[in-house]
């Protein structure tokens, strides 16, 4: 009884984490510049399938992984310089249309690289289940549970305690000040871009010894991982957290006890029942519109 | 000659000479086939324009509604031998009073959050259309019986097009009159500021709900049309990537432009037929269109070329 309930922690704890990644990366393009980056989950497909790639090509892991970020990374700058840059000050409907666009040419581009079919990536360290409290866990898990929470403090300092993360904060809140302080406002926003995509790919390269890559991984990935961040309050990176973690968890139960056909719709209600009685997520506060 | 330029009068007239005159240049019933899916996509467009366009409201969900028009009109005229006009009008106030209910709670979001909203209402009306197979035929989908009003059937692609041709107009000269009444304008003062609307006395949540619901009703409509004239379904009418070609047609065509719903559904119905020579580069292709044609059009095709025309004509 209780090991069954641990058990279900255990991987929507996991699953929670990436979704958690991915809702991050969403929050901070947001911040920087009120976009929603619906090409996200397209850099979480990237990571998985390029590091297939290199390994693929004889490389050892660790350096597929290292080259698979950076291609991705390479991507997210990409996304921003020729997508969304030219497009700054364009109505939200445009710019959400714009960043399908390009996650649709990224997944097109995908598939003619490499391949329609399901990869596998090896785990990083055995596949040899550790037993905690009668459930079993994954090394793999431990993994994306250890990275996440590395990932997560090292954002925190990079933001709170780096220039550079501060002038991104700064631009947050207020671009234009942000400027006047000699930000380069243009650099932020390429530079969160690049952030996400490390991000992305960090979380679809944790996740692919689990659960196989292919090029349309991304897609729910992506809409999980966005409503992560909406559950948390857009833009702020602690929610998109808590967001990931609820979903994940919630996913995870209600595939043991209720109903595995129904998995993947349990973000979406979870989503539309949080944004029914508090219309700007549960830690969005209740700030009134200026006029 | 002067009514002629102005969309509202004009436009109607020549939309009708179009549907009138094209069947002349359309070869072969493949080329039919995608006039009648352009006519089908455009009616939701119309409808959907409403609410992005006019309202300034974003929906990510529409397909859903599309969906169950489509699947009531598939499951009561196949499973319980409905009449399909029956089936079609059951299916319409269905969809009416469930995206009433949830209008209510959906128009209070704003933003991204309205877009995760619609987003996640679609997803899940996809997903339990995926998962009720006994009902729906599941991810398999499920034959759907063919149309007929009072013993008439539309049996060849030339009765199909008329009968969509002369629905879309029917559609448009609703959404036209809709646009031009108080209500059209209280719906561009929505979109202009909310604050300003409603402190000007516009009842800002009724229109919104109301606007919601038309275009969702035009959506179920277009749906069973759909489902009687392809024949089949499948659960993959309602997902997301059916709602966002919805949107795109509309922002593609021209938010706030009847005729640039018509013309962004026209485009978009028929580039992935084009796009076909392709082959594997298809995805690819119809990304980077989507992208540079949103980037260098950001108004749409039909509002943009419209200032380029007038700027000529000065």
Known sequence: MFAELLQFLFSGVTVGAIYALVGLGFAIIYNASHVINFAQGEFVMLGGMATVFFIG????????????????????????????????????VTLIIITIGASIFLRGAAQVIWDRNFHSVPAFTGEQPIIIGGASILPQSLWILGSTVVIVITLHLFFNRTMTGKAIVATSHNPLAAQLMGINTRVVLLMSFGLSALLGSIAGILIAPISLTYTGVGIMLGLKGFCAAVLGGLGKPMGAI?????VGISEAMTAGYLSSAYKDAVAFMIILAVLFFMPKGLFGGRETERV | MKAFYKPETGGILALAAIIAVLPIFLPNSFYFDVAILVGINAIVCVGLNLLIGYAGQISLGHAGFFAIGAYFSGILVGTYEWPPVAAMLIGALFVGLLSYLLAKPIMKLRGHYLAMGTLGMGIVISIVLNQEGELTGGPD????????????????????????????????WLALNLINSPVG?????????????????????????????????????????FAHYSGFLTPSEADFFHSIELVTMVVL??????????????????????????????????GASLMVTMIFMRRGLVPTLQSLFSRRLK
Do not use: C
């Open chain 2, 185 to 225: 304008r209280a719906l561009r003062a929505v979109h202009g500021s909310e604050v300003a609307a409603s402190v000007a006395g516009v009842d800002v949540a009724r229109y919104k709900v109301l606007v919601f619901v038309v275009s969702a009703v035009f959506a179920s409509v277009a749906g069973s049309l």
């Open chain 1, 57 to 92: 090509l004889g490389m050892p892991m660790p350096a597929a992984i290292f080259l698979a970020i950076t291609v991705t990374v390479i991507v997210g700058f990409g996304v921003e310089k020729l997508a969304v840059e030219p497009a700054r000050n364009a109505p939200i």
């Open chain 2, 253 to 286: 065509g021209g938010m706030a432009s009847v005729f640039g719903a018509v013309v962004g559904a026209a485009v978009l119905t028929t580039l992935p037929q084009l796009l076909t020579v392709f082959h594997d580069y298809e995805m690819l292709v119809f």
């Open chain 1, 242 to 246: 808590a967001g990931g973690l609820i």
């Open chain 2, 141 to 172: 989908g499920m034959p759907v019986m063919g149309f007929s009003v009072f013993g008439w059937e539309p049996g060849s692609e030339l009765t199909w097009y008329w009968l969509i041709g002369g629905l879309l107009l029917i559609a448009v």
